[in-house]
């Protein structure tokens, strides 16, 4: 029935209908004809199938639909492309943002296509002109021949976003050149002063920096870091590479003591973006072993501690080399400050929305979430040095270790042989008896030597009554 097309011939004043007969007697094709002025093609919107009896008795069946070209859905089904395999920068979930909507939102510059011509971040439109104009100088290439490179990656750009990108090609094309360039410029500046210039806006205002450097962090503020480095690679200095620049510029926000050590690992083509590249920087687990343990309750650091547990700062290459042996439970150093939110809750987001085969992460969160319970679990933490708290507060420290987990969905549980164990050994009820025997009879040298004392000289009393019990005579 599809593509029935009829001519109609002279003026028709009233709208008729059409019956072509399909089987004999029984079924008919009613094709409905509108009015025309004069000879037209007429293609048909809507064909019933009607039974009839003889004559026709009304409609039994509901209509049949002819496919139409102009159909603005068969439009977006045509123009749907396939799925890139490069995709690795999204709109974070609904269930992580309502945890902390600001922490995933730029609040100075927008980077790349997603927060583009937001009102707020119009103010930086003009620096980032400023930082291409340098950049164009610095490299020699003219503007044309770098719209025409990037151009030329258009489709693999677009690719790398996890959702169809609106604008235009030209837009599009613009919006890459200026962040790219201003980006680049930012690094650069801050690798080596001798780049920068006396009208530098960021540089020559302290704070700037300081409020343009976290949105950098934001999965949903992000360019592709190949076409970083192929704008890069036009810069005349062979001395440096995009990576070490990059690193510089992360590394003091970066929380890991292996940092220096999993950057050497790393080459241009590991790097997706500047995200990625900080949670590279994090490190791995170095136990992989998917466990198959339920995850019960864990003691939090407090029962822990009651229990006898010792707790030392972890000294491994891994923010998430967490080990527990003979009683004691190493781990690394987490430091708190402003920036610790929205650094891990952006990691967070991006294991959850493209890593979830190695959502260290999310595991490590898990675990501490369950450890740190109270402002008293965060002292302890805080005396031990595994903690090193520049909020100033035990409790806004516990209350984020909570709340990070929000919304988050954990899948493999690294962590749940470490978490039977430290809840096997609290259950062990001699080590509490030793730990409480050793606050409070042996808190003090002076105390200590006279429990033994004590326990000296009962022995003696001991001894003497059994030797005076056999000298008394039987009989």
């Not at 395999?85 to 943002?97: D, H, N």
């Not at 707790?311 to 998430?320: A, I, Q, Y």
Request: net charge negative; proline share 5%; aromatic share 10%.
């Amino acid at each position: 029935m599809n593509g029935v097309k009829l001519m109609a011939s002279g003026p028709v004043e009233e709208p008729m209908s059409l019956v072509i007969p399909v089987m004999p007697a029984e079924m008919s094709l009613v094709i409905p004809v509108m009015p025309a002025e004069s000879d037209a093609e007429i293609e048909g919107e809507e064909v019933r199938l009607r039974i009839s009896g003889g004559e026709m008795k009304g409609i039994t069946e509901a209509p049949h639909y002819i496919e139409n070209e102009k159909d603005p859905v068969l439009k977006e089904l045509r123009s749907l492309n396939p799925l890139s395999s490069w995709r690795c920068i999204y709109r974070v979930p609904k269930r992580l943002r309502q945890g902390n909507e600001k922490a995933y939102t730029p609040q100075v510059v927008s980077i790349g296509p997603l927060h583009h011509g937001e009102e707020p971040l119009k103010g930086m439109e003009e620096h980032k002109l400023r930082y291409l104009r340098s950049f164009l100088d610095r490299t020699g290439v003219s503007f044309c021949d770098y719209i025409q490179m990037i151009k030329n990656q258009e489709g693999r750009l677009r690719g790398f976003y996890a959702e169809s990108v609106e604008f235009g090609s030209d837009e599009f094309v613009r919006i890459v050149l200026v962040d790219a360039a201003f980006v680049i410029e930012l690094l650069l500046r801050y690798y080596d002063k001798k780049y920068g210039g006396e009208d530098d806006y960021i540089f020559n205002n302290p704070r700037m920096l300081w409020d343009v450097r976290p949105d950098l962090r934001l999965i949903e503020n992000q360019l592709p870091f190949f076409i970083l480095q192929d704008l890069f690679r036009f810069f005349s200095s062979s001395s440096l590479s995009l990576l070490d620049i990059s690193h510089k510029f992360f590394k003091g926000e970066i929380d890991s003591k292996g940092k220096e050590e999993n950057f050497k690992n790393i080459s241009n083509g590991d790097v997706q973006h500047f995200v990625d590249l900080i949670r590279i920087l994090y490190g791995q687990l170095k136990s992989k072993t998917r466990a198959n343990i339920t995850v019960t309750d864990t003691p939090n650091v407090t029962e822990l501690h009651q229990a006898g547990v010792k707790f030392k700062e972890g000294k491994g290459s891994s923010l998430f080399d967490i080990k527990f042996s003979h009683g004691i439970l190493e781990i690394p150093k987490l430091t708190v400050d402003d920036t610790t939110e929205l650094t891990l809750r952006n990691l967070l987001a991006f294991e959850q929305c493209h890593r979830r085969e190695e959502d260290y992460l999310a595991n490590y969160v898990f675990l501490m979430k369950r450890l740190v319970k109270t402002p008293e679990d965060v002292q302890l933490l805080v005396d031990k040095e595994i903690i090193d708290n520049w909020l100033g507060d035990t409790h806004k420290i516990s209350t984020l270790l909570h709340d990070l987990g929000t919304g988050m969905m954990v899948d493999h549980h690294y962590y749940a042989p470490l978490c039977k164990e430290l809840k096997d050994y609290r259950e062990k009820l001699w080590h509490g008896w030793m730990v409480i025997l050793k606050q409070n009879y042996f808190n003090t040298p002076w105390a200590s030597i006279s429990v033994v004392a004590a326990v000296i000289l009962l022995i003696l009393t001991v001894i003497q009554t059994a030797c005076s019990y056999k000298s008394v005579p039987l009989f």
